[in-house]
Structures are given as C-alpha cells and as structure tokens.
C-alpha cells in the first residue's frame, strides 16, 4: 500500500481580492489574530502525518519562504530579553516540517503550479491543499480524513461539502456515480464541472481545497489544455482522471472557512479568537457592546 507522505500548498496567486494589503505582502501571510493562513494548513498537513511539503511559489513570495526558516537573530534577542517562550515558538515553525519551495514561473492556474511540483512528489499519491480553504476540526483534520478514505480506496479522492445552489458557480463541482453503503461520507464520482452555472451543476457538493491524488494526473496535466478562464484546471484533470481510475468523493467533517473572500477571513478571525482561552472573555465582552450598532 502506497502511504501519503507528502503535500503541495499552492501559493503562487497575486491576492488580487485582498488589495491593497496584498500589494506587497502575500495573502497566504494574512493572519487569523497571530498565526499565519499558511502557517495553520502546513499544521493540518503535520497533524495528517504527512511528511514533506511543497510550496508553490512566485518571485514575490519570498516571506513565505522566510518565515519556514530560522531567524537566529531574533531567537537570540528574544532570549536576550527573557522571553524564551516566543524564541522556542519562532525556532519550532522552522521544525514543523521538511518543506520544500518551488517556483511558478508564469500564473497559468491552478493544474500549472501542482504539475510544477511533479519532480518533488515522483511516482506517488500525494494531497493537495488549497491556502484560501482553512477547515476547523480539532479530532480529525481534514486532510487526515481523505487519507484515511484513500487508504481504503487506493484511489484519489477529493474533499467536498455541501453548498447552496447559489454558490455551485463559485467552485468545482462534481456528479455522484455511487454511494459508499458502508460509508455514507465516501462517493464514488463519475463526473465534476470548473464553477457551473446554478442550471449546469450536477449537484450542490463542491470540492473546497483538499485532494489526494495518485501521480497519474501528471501526465494528465502534461497534456491539458486551457480551459475556464483560460487556465490549466485542475478540476479538468480529475474529470479526465475517472475515464482511467476511480476518483471518490470524502464529504468532510469540519467548518470550512474561504479566507480567500473578506467575510470568510473576519468569520475565521471571530471564531478561532472565541475558541482561545486568552482572547475568548475578552472578544465575547467587547462584541456585547457592538450590539446597538447592529
């Protein structure tokens, strides 16, 4: 049995609907209170038990790069002033994982930056997991929930949720073929359509931001042709895939947040901040005060 050891994080994107913040600073950077977007899917990917990390990137993207690195001047600053905890914090984001970086050298979508990674994932299954999807379950990530669906399946399997017919065209969608009896969560697929229209989506379960995939779909993207918005889908790919394997669908258990879209990213703020101890009286007291102005 192959074992899923290794994960791409695309992170090449401009950060357009985040402008200006995203105007020097990428978005995968955007914190929720103190932590790094990207910081919190690299810990979903160590908690799933993978191994090895590629980041996809471009030349603006260098603080990404950094912040996975030692900073030695600061960790011996920040003992110089006593404040150990925050130097074994700053040296622990450095060990949280082997993770590799890879350049996309022009922003030809989605399918382009994952094929970009190929030599680093070689001739095994590996996940994908999308920055702008951030998925709370403190028991069972996410990521962890496909890999294990994988290891029954040996096949790929995508992660969706259900959404409302007025959100189908904001994402890939995909047609069931069978349902898992023993598993009412795992789908087998026999189709998936790039941001349908509300009268073309096959159904209302989207794939939002975490696949496993076998290393077949390398070669599928070698060949793939542009499609919605002029892009290399990866969503074309794995619709391609299925004529040749069996691609499931996992409905995941979590709360998905599109910190990719405004109101999703001050959702995910407002919710991790009442979920910590040290912020949670604090956030709960002043959103009382705010109650007039609703």
């Known amino acids: 049995m ?57 030349d603006s993207k260098e603080v990404i790069e950094n912040h996975f690195h030692y900073h030695k001047e600061l960790e011996q600053k920040l003992k110089d002033t006593g404040k150990f905890e925050q130097a074994q914090l700053i040296r622990d984001i450095a060990d949280m994982a082997d993770i590799y970086f890879v350049r996309q050298k022009e922003q030809l979508g989605l399918g382009h930056a994952i094929y970009t990674a190929r030599k680093l994932i070689g001739d095994e299954p590996f996940a994908i997991m999308l920055g702008d999807d951030l998925v709370y379950n403190d028991d069972y990530p996410a990521l962890k929930q496909l890999i294990d669906a994988y290891d029954q399946t040996q096949s790929s399997v995508v992660g969706v949720q259900t959404v409302s017919k007025e959100d189908v065209s904001k994402y890939g969608v995909i047609s069931i073929e069978q349902t898992d009896e023993s598993n009412l969560r795992l789908h087998k697929m026999n189709g998936m359509v790039e941001k349908p229209s509300v009268e073309e989506a096959p159904s209302q379960m989207a794939v939002l931001g975490r696949y496993v995939l076998t290393p077949k779909i390398f070669e599928i993207l070698a060949n793939q042709k542009p499609g919605k918005g002029n892009e290399i889908q990866l969503t074309d790919a794995i619709d391609t895939l299925m004529q040749s394997e069996s691609v499931y669908a996992y409905d995941f258990e979590g709360i998905r947040y599109d910190i990719g879209d405004k109101f999703g990213f001050v959702k995910a703020i407002i919710d991790y901040s009442l979920r910590r101890d040290d912020l949670r009286d604090e956030v709960i007291a002043f959103l009382e005060t705010k109650k007039g102005m609703i």
């Open 2 to 58: 192959n074992k899923v050891r290794k994960a791409i994080i695309p992170a090449a994107g401009l950060g357009t609907r985040f402008l200006p913040a995203t105007k020097a600073m990428a978005k995968e950077m955007l914190p929720i209170v103190d932590i790094p977007t990207i910081q919190m899917i690299v810990q979903e990917a160590v908690d799933s038990g993978i191994e090895q990390i590629i980041i996809v990137i471009n």
